[in-house]
Structures are given as C-alpha cells and as structure tokens.
C-alpha cells in the first residue's frame, strides 16, 4: 500500500514537473514587457485561472480545510476573508491600474505620488510582504516531498528552488503564467476528486458543498451538520457550527484578510498582463470562479473530516483504529497517549501533550512502541483528560486513506501540494525581482538602462529572490507562521489605502500618502511584533486592543493609515496639474 | 474628450460601486457575521442559515457581484462611448 502511493507520488509530481518545465521553455520572455507583465497579451480567462493558482498557497491546499476542521464556524474568517478581497479588487483596483498600464506597484505609487522617496517605501513595502509569504511555501514544498517521498525536508526545497528557478528566471510573467495555468490545473482535480469521493460515502451526494447540507447516509436520516455539532456538545466542544472567537474579532479578521488580499502585490500585478480595462473587470470575476470551486469545497471537507476523526477514535480501543491510524502516528501528525491506560481512545477539548509530538526512538532508529502497539512520543503529557493529538494538515493529507481511496489519488494531493505552493512562490518572487530591476535600477539608479541590460537585471534579481527565499525555506526563521499574518496586515494597512486614495482621490498629495503608509505600517508591524514575537504570553483577550487579535489588526491600521492620510494631506499642497490629470485619466477606459 | 459626458460617467461608476459594495457588506459583515447568530435560528436543508452564510453563501455573492459589476460597466462604457476598441 504505501509502497504504491509512492510509486504514484514519483509518477505524478514527476509528470507535472516535465509539463512546468516544458512550457516553460515555450513561454521565454523576449522582452521587460514579457518579463513583467507577459507583453499584456494574456486572455482574461487564462489570466483568471493563472491568477486563481497564484493566490491558492501551499496553505490554502494543505492546511485551511483542517484549520477550518478544528475552528467550525470560526473558520469563516478565511473562507470570506480570502474570497471577499476580490470584490475589493475587482471594483476598486484592477480596472484603474490596468488603465495606468505601467509594470508594479511601486511604479504608480511612484508616479501618483510624484516621488521616488513613495517609490522606494512601495518597494520596501513590496519586498517585505512578498518575503515573509514566500518563504513558508518554500517550507511548504519541502514538507510535502519529506511525508510523501520520504527525501529530507531540505533537499525537497531546493528541488523546488531548482523548478521555480527555471521557468521564473527564463520566462519572467510569462513563463509563470503559463505554469500557474497547468498549475490550477493539477491542484484543482487533486483537491475535488477527494471531495467527491468522500462526500458520496459519507451523504450519497458527490457534490461537496450539497453533500456538506446533506443527511449522513448510514441510515439515520440525521444532517451531517446536526450530527456534528452533537457530537462536539457530548465531548464538550463548542458545537461545529458557533464556533468561540468573540464577533469583533471574527469582524475585524475577516476585514484585514480581504483587505489584505486586495493589497497583495502579487496578485493585484497580476491585472497588468490583460490587453484591456473590461478584460481586467471580467478577468477578477474568473479567478474568483476558479477560486470558489476550492473554497466553497473546503469547508465541506472539514466537516466531513472532522465528522470521520469523531466517529471513528473516540471511545473506541486502539486496537480497533484502521490501517490509517498507525501510517500517520509514524509521521508524528497524530499521536495517541493512553493517559488512563484503559487502551480506549478519549478525544475532548485541550491538548493532550506539551508541543508538537517526538516519537521515541531506540539506539537503532526504530519506533518504540506502548502498551497497545501505539507509537510512544517523548512529550510530557498535559493533565486535562484529551489523550489524542491531531496535526490540523492531516485532513487533507489523509483524506484519501481515511476514505479508503486508491493510491493515485494520495499521489494526486502531493502533485496538488507542490502546485499550489510552486504557483505562489513564483509569483511572489516575480514581485521581488520586479521590484528591484524596474523601480530601483531603472527607474532610480541608472535611468538611461537599456531594456536588454534591465532583462538581464529583472533575471539576476529573480535568480536572486529565488535563493533567498530558498535560505528562508531551509532555515525557517522561528516565527514563520506568526508572520504570515503580518503579510495580510502590512499590506492592508501600507498599500490598500494609497492606491484607492490615489483613484478615488483626486487631491491626496505626496505628503498624506507618505505618512499613511509609514503610520499604517509601523503601527501594524508594532501590534504584531508586540504579541507574537516579543510578548506571546500577554496574547490573549483581555490584553488586546479593543479584543482584536493581531491577525485582525491590519484593518485598524488601515483606518489609521485613512486617517493620517486625510489629516497631513490637508496641510500640504495638492498634487501638480499633471498627476491630476493622469488621475482624471486612469478613471476612463478610453 | 470634450463631446463625452466623464463627469456623468464617473458619477454613475460611484453610484453602482456604492450599491454593489454595500450588497457585498450585508452579505458578508451582516449575514455572516453580525447577524449571524439570528440567522442560525433558521434552518435550511441541513444548514444553519448564518453558518451558511458565512461558510458557503457569502462567496457565491461575491462571484454575482462581480458578474454584476462586469455587466453594468460594460453597458456604461458603450452608453458613454469610453468602450475600448
């Protein structure tokens, strides 16, 4: 069995990497223009489908449905949270910068705020985003290839380093486009044909997001929901559906998610690449289609899952579990401790061990192994009465022997993990690179470039980005986790508010742009670095401001950066003729 | 330039956008979130009708808006002869 897996896991990744490869080399860039932004020859429905892979990371194939599995209802803050962004961008942003038709972000910064000192905060901006993002999906591929190839963690990033240096140094925008589009691809049908199959077990509907409101198939004619929220009240969870985050801070999460989507550099380029203003409206409704067929699936997937762990652990022997159970206690993703001894699993609120678990081992290497045959960890056990530990990624990656799915399909989530991640690192690499050939060499420190030479810089810079992020990827810094939420916040509260001021806003000047962006960011930066880095021990409610957790205190930074925004622009003059006039512009297709 | 209503273009724009922004605002803040335990009194099929919202229906809104939104600026740009060839 696990032999086969594999055997599928090399076929599948293997095939997938042939076919990134290969468009690759057909989709080389000739020029800065393939190179940024893909010549603006990209179709609005490729684009939406490139951009869909773009934004679906290692995180949202891998780890939302089980985060979602363990929050219920709160895992709404993702669900709407990293859909909602788009309306934001579809009727606020992509429209208006694709008629400015420049290549990033910085560049209208730049240009609408009439300054390189807003271009290099832009920059500075861009970089920091991008860089916290990218590293966890390099840490995401090595992941995958260590549970599903057994290759150590680090060779497996810089397999995909070796990948993603390829088609994104070769190709630019281009290259990256045409991989993100067998990309989705590949990760859409390993995410769906799970769901299928185990929304058809679990409800005899195949659709997952019927089957997710569907009565449970064996017979009793309860809903699957019902059953699920019984159950989580009989072991003392809250039910599945209410969820425990307080409603401000569903709220205030929710709003930093989707504006921080909207302010992600990586995806709001990606609008650059189509011919047309009406090609970028439509272009956005695609990619939240394509994005929607995973996210609507997701939370069914978590309760189906959530609803298989239950049924099948709790008050149930050891010995009982199926085949499944022992596979991925050996991986450390799920780990019993018979705390009372009775050899019966007990699943109830809290956790079971201190951290994450290690598996004892002997001098030899091999698993040492309790009373009942589990898998003995090293970690102290905590005195509430859970005894079980369930990694959140599990539901995905088990999903398919959970379910009792042939082995193929085990090899498709791996194929559909490195997709994901490969896509969104790419991507945000590309953000990088950008950044530094265009807005700062060419557009600051050697004007008079000629676009052969600021090819040449855009591939070194990438081939640049690639290996940083590759360090990143090997050396996690410590926090890697933590940060991602300072991505969604900083861009919330840096970019959103500059770029809509700079649409909607005829009269915003130079000075109130600068000052929102540096208050916005500082204070945002400040409030995360506060509770997760350096007090994670005053982390909790009562210390937060108004109760809002530091994932959700981008929005606050982002009305601090409207509002400073508004006060110092006041007293400064308006922006020249000219710029208002190219806002007058931006406003009209033609 | 001059022949063309702009004024009139960008008002109409700013008009749709606030309807369409506040759709997206109920949907999403109200019916997910805030109202969200009201909702949940109701039952559909085998959702609570908050939960639903706020894990299901509130994503279809938002592909509908953005529908929307294509479909109205579409029929702006030709009314105000601002279409791009």
Redesign the interface.
């Known amino acids: 069995m696990i032999m086969d897996v594999q055997l599928w896991t090399y076929i599948l990744v293997g095939l997938t990497f042939a076919i990134y490869i290969g468009v690759a080399i057909w989709a080389k860039a000739a020029s800065t223009s393939d190179f940024y932004i893909a010549g603006a020859h990209v179709s609005p429905l490729t684009n939406g489908m490139a951009t869909a892979a773009d934004w679906m990371s290692a995180a949202s194939f891998l780890s939302m449905a089980g985060l979602?599995s363990f929050m219920g209802?709160d895992?709404?803050v993702y669900?709407?949270g990293w859909?909602?962004g788009?309306?934001l961008l579809?009727?606020?942003l992509a429209?208006y910068l694709r008629k400015f038709g420049k290549f990033t972000i910085p560049d209208f910064i730049g240009d609408r705020y009439y300054s390189n000192f807003a271009r290099t905060i832009a920059v500075i901006c861009a970089v920091i985003v991008s860089f916290t993002y990218v590293a966890g999906q390099m840490r995401g591929v090595g992941l995958v290839f260590s549970k599903f190839l057994e290759v150590n963690i680090d060779i497996g990033v810089l397999i995909g380093m070796g990948i993603v240096f390829f088609y994104a140094v070769l190709g630019g925008m281009k290259g990256i486009t045409y991989t993100q589009v067998a990309q989705y691809c590949v990760l859409i049908f390993a995410f769906m044909v799970p769901a299928f199959f185990i929304s058809f077990q679990l409800t005899g509907n195949p659709i997952p997001?019927l089957g997710?409101?569907?009565?449970l198939a064996d017979g009793s004619g309860q809903?699957?929901?019902?059953k699920l929220d019984e159950l989580h009240t009989e072991l003392g969870f809250a039910a599945y559906?209410?969820g425990t985050k307080s409603?401000q801070d569903?709220?205030f999460i929710?709003?930093a998610l989707m504006i921080g989507t909207a302010g992600l550099p990586h995806v709001i380029v990606r609008f650059f690449t189509v011919p047309?203003?009406?090609d970028a409206?439509?272009s956005?409704?695609y990619a939240?289609?394509f994005i929607?067929i995973l996210?609507?699936t997701a939370?069914a997937i978590a309760a189906f899952a959530k609803y298989n762990l239950m049924e099948t652990v709790n008050e149930e022997a050891y010995t009982e579990m199926p085949e499944w159970f022992g596979t991925w206690e050996e991986t450390a993703l799920l780990t019993w401790v018979d705390k009372d001894e009775n050899g019966i699993i007990t699943y109830a609120p809290g956790a079971a061990i201190e951290g994450l678990p290690e598996i004892q081992r002997n001098e030899a290497g091999e698993i040492i192994r309790g009373n009942h045959g589990e898998v003995k960890v090293n970690n102290s056990v905590t005195s509430g009465p859970n005894e079980l530990y369930v990694d959140r990624d599990i539901m995905v990656l088990a999903n398919p022997e959970i379910a009792n799915l042939p082995a193929w399909v085990a090899g498709l989530v791996a194929a559909g993990g490195l997709a994901a991640a490969l896509s969104t690192a790419a991507g945000l690499l590309l953000v990088i690179s950008t950044a530094v050939s265009h807005d700062l060499i060419k557009k600051q420190i050697k004007t008079d470039i000629s676009d052969k030479s600021e090819l040449m810089w855009a591939r070194i810079s990438a081939a640049g980005a690639v290996l940083v992020a590759g360090y990143f990827g090997i050396n996690p810094p410590g926090f890697v986790a933590e940060v991602v939420a300072i991505a969604f916040g900083l861009a919330a509260a840096s970019f959103f508010p500059a770029i809509i001021l700079g649409i909607f806003y005829k009269k915003m000047n130079l000075q109130g742009a600068i000052a929102g962006m540096i208050a916005g960011l500082l204070f945002t930066l400040a409030y995360v670095v506060f509770f997760k880095i350096a007090f994670p021990e005053y982390n909790t409610p009562e210390y937060w401001w108004f109760g809002i957790s530091p994932e959700g205190i981008g929005t606050l930074g982002m009305l601090l950066n409207l509002t400073v925004s508004f006060a110092v622009g006041m007293i400064f003059p308006e922006p020249p003729e000219e710029v208002q006039n190219m806002v007058?512009e931006i406003?009209?297709?033609? | 330039m001059s022949e063309r209503d702009l004024k009139g273009y960008w008002k109409k724009n700013l008009k749709y956008l606030g309807i369409l922004l506040s759709i997206w605002f109920i949907v999403s803040y109200g019916f997910g979130i805030l109202l969200a335990p009201a909702l949940n009194e109701i039952q559909v099929g085998g959702f609570k009708l908050g939960f639903w919202f706020a894990q299901q229906g509130s994503i279809y809104t938002f592909v509908v808006l953005i529908f929307v939104y294509v479909y109205l600026m579409n029929k702006l740009d030709q009314q105000f002869n601002v279409r791009e060839d």
Do not use: C, N
């Not at chain 1, 997710?212 to 009565?215: L, Q």
């Open positions: 979602i209802y895992g709404a669900l709407m859909t909602g788009y309306v579809a009727l606020l429209p997001q997710f409101g569907s009565t809903f699957l929901l019902e559906t209410s409603m569903v709220f929710t709003a047309k203003v009406r409206r439509i956005v409704g939240l289609i929607a996210y609507t939370p007058e406003r009209y297709p033609q």
